[in-house]
């Protein structure tokens, strides 16, 4: 099979964990016999640096073209980088919001899994991680608070900022068709998380949900308000299979499950159109204060390349092979620095990489 991805290493540690991905990915394609060509793009910080804007119509263009994409990270250091003295829509995350909404990628999946090797890392007593978990937060990514109207104003003399949170009925519609289906392939349980004690957006939600759940009847669903998830999460993790949440809740919580497993760089990310198009990247940042250290663990962009051969190429067989190279490199004692713990082998970004490609065979 000819696999045409395109490649958005970004900013920070990005070019790092893109480069080890792609060796992985290069690998799997040797062992089972697929071709891969990468065309790569520049998006974020290292976009403005050339063009002085952080997406550009032609890398939208390209990346429209290619069958997926594949990206490190954006960003830089919030209070000393120079792309935050720039207008709010030039500075480096405008351009990840906008080519997002430009491939029309409103779902996006965080799978957080806690691994066996990785238990000891992860900050929950045993009592309650000793069950494991195995969860999918599936987060609406084009609408809400994000992409409302926003202004700042003064009245009276007192400085005033607005920002609107909006949802139709289609976009809440997609997002959980998207999360159902993927139930059916899980434990077929869906929560879906809203404040629909406050909010009227919310309540549209908690309704359109419903509706959906008539065509599911295999799936169990409950809803959830958002709180008590955040709460949930460090109390009773294991009770999760899907959460299905907007767009502003879904970032605060899916960054709450990546640090009950562990380590933020262990979690990979898939941002989904209504094709098999996706954009797939590691659910952390930058991480401007390790850039260019060579400790990046690049595990969540190996296996967020693993989402992508399952998800966009249907290589499910290749996907298992990148995932079970990440287990067993664990399970042999390698880690990286975010990931060590003691009588383990602490690697750099560079010989994680090695490892993990050796293991494909
Ligand atoms: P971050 O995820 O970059 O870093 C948080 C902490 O986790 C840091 O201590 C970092 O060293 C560590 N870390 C993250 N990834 C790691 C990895 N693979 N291996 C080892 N350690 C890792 O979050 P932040 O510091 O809040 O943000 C830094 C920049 O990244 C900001 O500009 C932010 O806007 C941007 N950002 C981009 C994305 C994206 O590209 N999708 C997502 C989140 C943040």
């Not at 999360?179 to 359109?208: E, H, P, Q, Y």
């Not at 595990?299 to 190429?313: E, G, Q, Y």
């Amino acid at each position: 099979m000819k696999l045409n991805i395109a490649c958005i290493p970004g900013d920070g540690i990005g070019p790092e964990i893109v480069t080890e991905a792609k060796k992985v990915l290069n690998q799997t394609a040797k062992v089972y016999g697929h071709e891969i060509s990468y065309t790569d793009l520049l998006m974020g910080g290292a976009s403005i640096d050339v063009h002085g804007v952080p997406l550009t119509e032609e890398t939208v263009e390209k990346a429209k073209e290619a069958d997926a994409v594949l990206m490190g990270s954006i960003g830089g250091d919030t209070t000393t980088s120079p792309w935050y003295k720039l207008a709010p829509q030039l500075r480096p995350e405008a351009g990840l919001l906008a080519i997002r909404k430009a491939l029309n990628l409103f779902a996006n999946l965080r799978p957080a899994v806690l691994y066996d090797e990785l238990a000891d890392a992860c900050p929950l007593k045993k009592d309650i991680s000793g069950a494991g978990f195995d969860m999918m937060i599936m987060r609406e990514l084009t609408g809400g608070l994000y992409f409302g109207e926003r202004y700042t104003t003064q009245e009276n003399g007192v400085r005033k900022a607005v920002d609107t949170l909006t949802y139709n009925e289609n976009e809440i519609r997609r997002i959980a068709l998207k999360g159902f289906d993927i139930a059916m392939k899980r434990r077929k349980k869906v929560t879906s998380v809203d404040k629909a004690n406050v909010l009227d957006s919310s309540r549209l939600w908690r309704k359109v949900v419903e509706e959906v759940a008539k065509d599911y009847p295999e799936v169990t669903l409950e809803h959830m308000l958002v709180d008590n998830c955040a709460m949930q999460l460090v109390k009773n993790p294991a009770q999760f299979d899907v959460i299905l949440t907007e767009n502003m809740f879904g970032d605060i919580l899916s960054d709450e499950a990546s640090m009950v497993t562990g380590s933020i760089g262990m979690l990979a990310s898939a941002s989904l159109n209504d094709s098999k198009f996706g954009l797939y990247e590691p659910s952390h940042g930058s991480a401007p204060d390790i850039a260019g250290k060579g400790i990046a663990n690049p595990i969540a962009t190996v296996l967020s390349a693993a989402m992508m051969l399952r998800f966009s190429f249907d290589l499910d067989k290749e996907a298992d092979a990148v995932e079970n190279a990440v287990k067993n490199v664990l399970k042999k004692g390698y880690r990286t620095v975010d990931i060590m713990s003691e009588g383990c082998r602490q690697v750099g970004c560079k010989e994680m990489g090695d490892l993990l490609a050796d293991e494909i065979n």
